[in-house]
Structures are given as structure tokens and as C-alpha cells.
């Protein structure tokens, strides 16, 4: 069964430093987005991105994020000057179009910074 | 803004016990509702969804009725079994197409021998 992977799986970065995290949506789904969960909070919506560019953003998502489809398979979250409150699990979703809209999600990406 | 809140804590009860999750959800027009499953070391799963008022999704034993009177989508289950021991996450979308997901917090559910 097709499924969407991440990595690495724990991220360890000091603050101030550049992360990415990366992702390998399902083959054929179109549609993908970042969600992070801080210890104890809700699941959090950052950003989803169509045919090469952003489509939605959350207030979270500022001008440290940004998101890349470098190749035909990899999507890319890039946090350039991380912060301790980014200290979250991430996780990237892909979904199909003409009513495949299901998102399946990957196994999140660990991240601390210290 | 679009938000969803569930029951406060984890869930622990025995095996073939009756499961209920309470969710509860604020959102303007006519939301999509769906239930994810995350099992440990595993990302969410979607376990089922509703698309319109009065729908009831269901999957694995697993049910959920979309009420818009009460703006609920409690998760409910007859008989638990041990597999089941997961995080439950309710969420919503603002329509059912490729959008944002607003989750709930999740619950803890362990179930025991």
C-alpha cells in the first residue's frame, strides 16, 4: 500500500541553525501540506501546496518556513533560523483531486531545538 | 475560526469494553468531520468521516453520526480490543475537497487485557 515517508524520523538542531525536513508524498497525489504538533497541543496546520506553489498558509507559517518541491518526488519544509518554540512533530500529507481528497500523512519528523 | 474540542485526558478501560470520544466543533457553513487513528509509530490514518449533517461514518466497528442540532461527532465503539490502543484525533475541514485540516487534541486510548 502506498504510503508517505518522512525523515529523518529525530531532528536535533541548536537554535539559530537551518533545518530540513523532508518528505516523499504518494506517487500520484497532487496535493500536499505541513501540520506540527507541539507537546500536548493540537495538531497545527501550516501550510498545503499545489502545482508548484503555495496554495493556503496558516498565520504560523512566516517568513522562516518555506516549502519546496525540488524534484519530482521530494517535498521539503526549511525552517531558516529555528527557534526553541519550534520544537514540534511535523508531519506532511499528501491528497489526490477528483475526490480522492483523503490526506494520508507520513510518521512526523521530531524535531527539537536546544 | 474553524475548531474542534475533545474530552479532556486519556481513556483507559478493558478489553470489550463500550468506547465513547467526545468531539465537539465550531465552524461556519457545512464542515466535512473525519476521525484519524494514530497508532505508535505510525502517522495518522484516516479512520472515517462524515461529509454532511446526519451521515454517520463507520470502519473497524468504529462509528461516528454527524449532528449538527448539538455540533457533535462523538466516536463510538461496541467491543475494544487490545489493537485498538492508539491516539483518536477528531478534525474538520471547512468543505470536502483539498484543504486544511483543524484538529482536536487527540485522546490516549489503552485498552488492557
Known amino acids: 500500500e502506498p504510503e508517505v515517508t518522512q525523515t529523518p524520523s529525530h531532528q536535533v538542531t541548536q537554535m539559530g541553525q537551518e533545518v530540513i525536513l523532508r518528505c516523499v508524498p504518494i506517487?500520484?497525489?497532487?496535493?500536499f501540506y505541513w501540520y506540527r504538533q507541539i507537546l500536548g497541543q493540537k495538531v497545527e496546520f501550516l501550510v498545503s501546496f499545489y502545482n508548484n506553489e503555495i496554495s493556503e498558509k496558516s498565520e504560523i507559517f512566516d517568513d522562516q518556513f518555506s516549502v519546496e518541491r525540488p524534484d519530482g518526488s521530494n517535498f521539503t519544509l526549511k525552517i531558516r533560523s529555528t527557534k526553541l518554540e519550534d520544537s514540534a512533530m511535523y508531519f506532511c500529507?499528501?491528497?489526490?483531486?477528483?475526490?480522492?481528497?483523503?490526506?494520508?500523512f507520513g510518521p512526523g519528523t521530531r524535531l527539537t531545538v536546544l | 475560526g474553524n475548531s474542534v474540542t475533545q474530552m479532556e485526558g486519556p481513556v483507559t478501560l478493558s478489553e470489550e469494553a463500550f468506547l465513547t470520544i467526545n468531539c465537539t466543533y465550531t465552524a461556519t457553513g457545512y464542515p466535512s468531520l473525519f476521525w484519524y487513528v494514530q497508532y505508535p509509530g505510525e502517522g495518522l490514518q484516516l479512520l472515517l468521516k462524515?461529509?454532511?449533517?446526519?451521515d454517520k461514518g463507520s470502519n473497524k466497528g468504529f462509528e461516528a453520526t454527524y449532528r449538527k442540532e448539538t455540533t457533535s461527532f462523538h466516536l463510538e465503539k461496541g467491543s475494544v480490543q487490545v489493537s485498538d490502543s492508539a491516539v483518536y484525533f477528531c478534525a474538520l475541514s471547512a468543505y470536502y475537497g483539498n484543504n486544511r485540516l483543524a484538529f482536536g487534541k487527540g485522546n490516549q486510548v489503552v485498552v488492557i487485557p
Open positions: 506517487s500520484n497525489h497532487l496535493y
Open positions: 462524515a461529509t454532511k449533517a446526519d
Open positions: 500529507a499528501s491528497s489526490g483531486v477528483g475526490g480522492q481528497y483523503e490526506q494520508f
